[in-house]
């Protein structure tokens, strides 16, 4: 009769059951790594897999890999070049796709109803029953029952992708950045039929008056004002509908994430490059000059690291690569690039890392006209640059040169308690 009290070891499972733990998708890549060193149960051979993986860690990395949704989508070229860029290791190429996928801004909720509140003159709110301010969340009705992932705001319009890959758009239609191919104003969201057929939107970006989807085939579509170069098709005119970035179409060119700009926007690939085009004031771009680029460029500065986001805004641009670093380039914006030897308004023409950051492991950056905000993989927040308005959550600074953090305080709610001081 069995010991009902002795213990059971990981290493008496069945190695088919190890496998199965190893692979329902809730570890990190980082959690696999520290397996294969703690123990020989996931770094030794169990006849579970092919000779040419290291060891069944290994082997449940690669089964996640090519099971997820970024990796699954690209083509054989883009894999391959992947696989190059990571050494051969299929820890570092799982650690590459969940870093893009933390870093991405998306939202998983259960219901997935948007509420939004603000300044409704242009019914970018998407609300058609008022032209006033809305002052608390209230949910859009015109997309109730439709399940949306990210919302992405311009300066008077709002876009809005599904779960489904689908694209709302509401508010003001000068330029065609709502994407219907005319210049009418939409008061409520309207669904942008002409993206059918190229694919399922899986990421969405907005500058003031355009905006940049990312597909699941790794092809960017942009549309709306043209006066920046920000569309990326070598041209400044206007375009009504989403029109492909040829830059994007070649067969190894897999952009996975964007970032728009106030005049310039940036792209990051599969392989974990970076490609920037638009204005190129104060360095923007990061081509080490001032050069406008009128098509999608790669920033050959990064190509020896591993990006695994990039963040765009007025004239800089931040580039968050996979060991946890951060890039920084352009106007320093009042400190919000976070470098305390330079001035309020200098340039910095070239990627440089934040060196007040290396100690921490940043997991996602965003930022704004002048502040900026990094998360790191231990929770905390750090917020440097313009504090006027309160924007880095401190009330006792008016600016920060240096990453200063930013604590939240708990309040009863936030613990559980009931308002009546039980």
């Given amino acids: 009769m069995a010991d009902k009290n002795r213990s ?10 190890i496998f199965e733990i190893l692979t329902t998708g809730r ?47 690209m083509g054989w070229n883009a894999q391959k070049g992947l696989f190059g860029r990571c050494e051969g290791n299929w820890k570092r190429v799982l650690r590459f796709l969940q870093a893009v996928e933390e ?12 509420f939004t509140c603000g300044d409704n003159s242009s019914f970018c709110c998407g609300h058609n029953d008022t032209n006033r301010p809305i002052f608390r969340p209230r949910l859009v009705e015109a997309l109730k029952g439709v399940p949306c992932k990210q919302v992405a705001v311009g300066l008077n319009f709002t876009v809005f992708l599904t779960r489904q890959g689908q694209l ?82 070649r067969k190894d060119i897999h952009v996975v994430h ?22 190129g004031y104060c360095g923007a771009l990061g081509h080490g000059d001032e050069i406008d680029k009128t098509l999608p460029a ?29 890039y920084g ?31 921490r492991h940043v997991s ?9 905000v990094v998360v790191t993989n231990q929770g905390q927040m750090f917020g440097f640059g313009d504090n006027e308005r309160a924007q880095l959550g401190h009330d006792t600074l008016r600016g920060c040169l240096q990453p200063t953090e930013i604590f939240v305080q708990e309040t009863a709610d936030d613990t559980g308690l009931a308002s009546e001081g039980k």
């Fill in 298 to 326: 790669l920033v050959n500065c990064l190509k020896s690291h591993l990006a695994v986001q990039v963040c765009a805004r007025k004239r800089k641009t931040f580039v968050l690569v996979d060991g946890g670093s951060v």
């Fill in 103 to 114: 870093s991405s801004g998306m939202v998983k909720t259960s219901a997935s109803n948007v």
């Fill in 258 to 279: 964007v970032s728009a700009g106030d005049e310039h926007a940036v792209a990051l690939d599969s392989s974990g490059f970076v490609y920037s085009w638009g204005k």
């Fill in 8 to 17: 059971v070891s990981i290493e008496d499972l069945p190695s088919h059951l």
């Fill in 27 to 73: 570890l990190s890549a980082v959690d696999l790594a520290c397996l294969e060193l703690t123990s020989r149960t996931f770094g030794g051979s169990h006849g579970l897999y092919p000779q040419k993986f290291r060891s069944l860690v290994d082997f449940a990395a690669y089964q996640l890999c090519v099971s997820h949704r970024v990796y699954s989508g």
């Fill in 364 to 372: 996602q950056i965003s930022t704004g006209l002048y502040h900026t």
């Fill in 168 to 249: 709302y758009t509401c508010g003001t239609n000068t330029h065609g950045q709502l994407g219907h191919g005319d210049t009418q104003d939409r008061p409520t969201p309207k669904i942008i039929e002409l993206l059918e057929g190229v694919g399922s939107v899986v990421q969405i970006a907005a500058g003031p008056s355009y905006v940049l989807a990312v597909t699941d085939n790794g092809v960017v579509y942009s549309f709306g004002s043209g006066s920046n170069l920000c569309l990326g098709h070598g041209e400044q005119h206007d375009e009504f509908r989403p029109r492909a970035i040829q830059t994007f179409r």
């Fill in 329 to 359: 380039f352009g106007w320093m914006g009042f400190g919000s690039l976070g470098f305390p030897d330079r001035g309020v308004s200098d340039k910095v023409m070239r990627p440089r890392v934040l060196d007040s950051l290396r100690a």
